[in-house]
């Protein structure tokens, strides 16, 4: 029997522990802002609601982030990849970090490890990288966010307009990033279809605008973006399948 | 003032404390795995795999944490980080439930907003992520079939074209400059990693709001 198969049921426990933990410390935080919130006067039903719509826009990222351990789990198993996504882990992060630890001893991500010692090194890289922020943050991020607040409560127009410029920076790199397209397991999913795609997301969440604002449909503001959200994404699926493939497999060739 | 700044306070402590922790738990696994399997690895072969990695992750982690801490809050950032899949969950939930909650962006608010969203999403992701590894064999064929394969591969132009439109549509003068700078950036060079585009995207929406206002055109 392989080790990623027979050595991990301990792993899964540990990946219970860890589970327990990200729920105990977002429980505590959770509990704290809606006794901060009640002592700022907020509307407890408006932090319930909060509650529910983060729960339904979380379900299908969620699966996406599933589908990483997938990806992973063909080398490492299930129980190592599911435990470094529910703590600090980002597909962008731990497949490169598992692929640069394998590739020390010859192996690849697409194959099964079942050297102990390249699994133990694959398991410190993906981890020692990652855990820059839990070092950095305690150290200097009170001392950042000090500076904000203080430009908060001295300057609260221009405040909130840089917020919300922050939040269009990532939207716009998002926006531009459709023009791309994407590859995954080697298949190529061109420019035309994460436009159109992103475009279709688009469309239905203005459609979703109407339906709140002028047919005054106000259950729909908790499912408006995950409808766009799954929409758009079964949208890409028939784009994907009916466009021919010369121009579904086509990416912008750019200048560079 | 007071009860903020108190709350400010004791987040700072205990989000310090719930990171420390949490710090001890993550090297707790490969420390675990290399005990167990009495295996390990030399401080060559770690630091061949590990430097290259750091050399590039490493200035990431500190733009990030600059970038997305203003967004997520106070808290957010302290349990975000923490949880991870920033990008792809907890800045989206985050900026997601602000909107919606018709809270001022970097308001106290908004604090309580982003942190109550980001702690239930991070809570959904466990739950899902256990049901997807104790019933692995029934629903992993299905997530993993060619025929879901565009949908899952185009999640992010999903997700961001719909909250895209909120708030451009709220913000278009604003959004003109970093938009427009963000095509010619994709259309002249595809390949960019749109986690380094994030904080210089960052940067010129800013210096953009900040034109606009003192031309009082915003």
Same mark, same amino acid.
């Given at each position: 029997m ?12 540990? /990946? ?9 410390? =977002? ?18 039903s408006?932090l319930k ?24 789990s ?19 992060y731990?497949v ?6 394998? =590739?020390?001893? /010859? ?12 699994? =133990?090194n ?18 200097f991020?009170?001392?950042y ?48 279809i ?28 908790n499912f408006?973006?995950p ?8 949208m ?13 497999t ?7 | 003032?007071?009860?903020k700044?108190?709350y ?17 738990l ?11 399997l ?10 061949? #795999? ?7 992750f ?9 970038t ?34 018709k %809270? ?44 879901? #394969? ?8 999903a997700?961001?074209?719909g ?5 451009i549509?709220?913000n278009?003068?604003?959004?003109v ?16 990693? %749109?986690?380094?585009?994030?904080? %210089? ?18």
């Amino acid at each position: 029997m392989s080790l990623i198969s027979l050595k991990n049921n301990w792993l899964f426990y540990m /990946g219970c522990i860890v589970g327990l933990f990200v729920i105990m410390q =977002s429980s505590f935080f959770i509990i704290r802002s809606f006794k901060q919130g009640e002592a700022l006067g907020m509307d407890k039903s408006l932090l319930k609601r909060t509650v529910f719509q983060s729960f339904i826009f979380a379900i299908v990222p969620s699966l996406a982030i599933l589908l990483t351990i997938v990806t992973l789990s063909k080398s490492l198993g299930l129980n190592l990849p599911w435990i470094r996504l529910s703590v600090i882990g980002a597909i962008t992060y731990e497949v490169p970090a598992a692929s640069s630890a394998a =590739s020390v001893y /010859g192996y690849g991500i697409g194959e099964a490890i079942n050297d102990p010692v390249a699994f =133990s090194n694959i398991a410190w890289v993906m981890t020692a990288g990652s855990i820059v922020p839990l070092i950095l943050i305690p150290l200097f991020f009170k001392r950042y966010q000090s500076k904000l607040v203080y430009f908060r409560e001295n300057h609260k127009e221009e405040s909130e307009l840089y917020s919300n410029a922050l939040f269009l920076g990532m939207i716009s790199s998002f926006l531009g990033y459709a023009i791309s397209g994407s590859e995954s397991n080697g298949i190529i999913y061109g420019s035309i279809i994460s436009i159109l795609t992103l475009v279709t997301s688009a469309i239905v969440m203005i459609c979703c605008g109407l339906l709140i604002n002028k047919k005054k449909i106000k259950w729909l503001e908790n499912f408006a973006v995950p409808f766009s959200m799954i929409i758009a994404m079964i949208m890409s699926v028939v784009f994907f399948r009916y466009l021919p493939e010369v121009i579904s497999t086509w990416q912008f060739p750019g200048l560079f | 003032m007071n009860i903020k700044n108190n709350y400010d306070e004791k987040t700072h402590f205990y989000g310090r404390l719930w990171m420390i922790a949490a710090l001890l738990l993550i090297l707790a696994v490969p420390l675990s795995i290399s005990i167990r399997l009495d295996s390990w690895p030399t401080l060559g072969e770690f630091l061949k #795999a590990y430097l290259p990695i750091l050399s590039l992750f490493g200035p990431i982690a500190l733009i990030e944490i600059t970038t997305y801490g203003p967004m997520l809050g106070n808290a957010g950032t302290y349990l975000g980080f923490v949880t991870g899949n920033l990008v792809n969950l907890k800045v989206p939930v985050s900026m997601n439930a602000i909107n919606n909650a018709k %809270v001022k962006a970097g308001s106290e608010e908004a604090d309580v907003i982003s942190t109550i969203a980001i702690g239930t999403a991070s809570i959904t992701t466990i739950f899902i992520l256990f049901i997807g590894v104790i019933s692995f064999s029934q629903i992993m064929p299905i997530l993993n079939s060619e025929a879901l #394969a565009p949908a899952f591969a185009n999640l992010l132009p999903a997700l961001f074209g719909g909250i895209g439109v909120v708030f451009i549509s709220k913000n278009y003068k604003m959004a003109v400059i970093p938009v427009i700078f963000a095509l010619l950036v994709f259309i002249i060079y595809p390949a960019v990693p %749109v986690g380094i585009l994030i904080p %210089v995207e960052a940067i010129i929406s800013l210096a953009s709001a900040r034109y606009l206002r003192k031309k009082n055109l915003i």
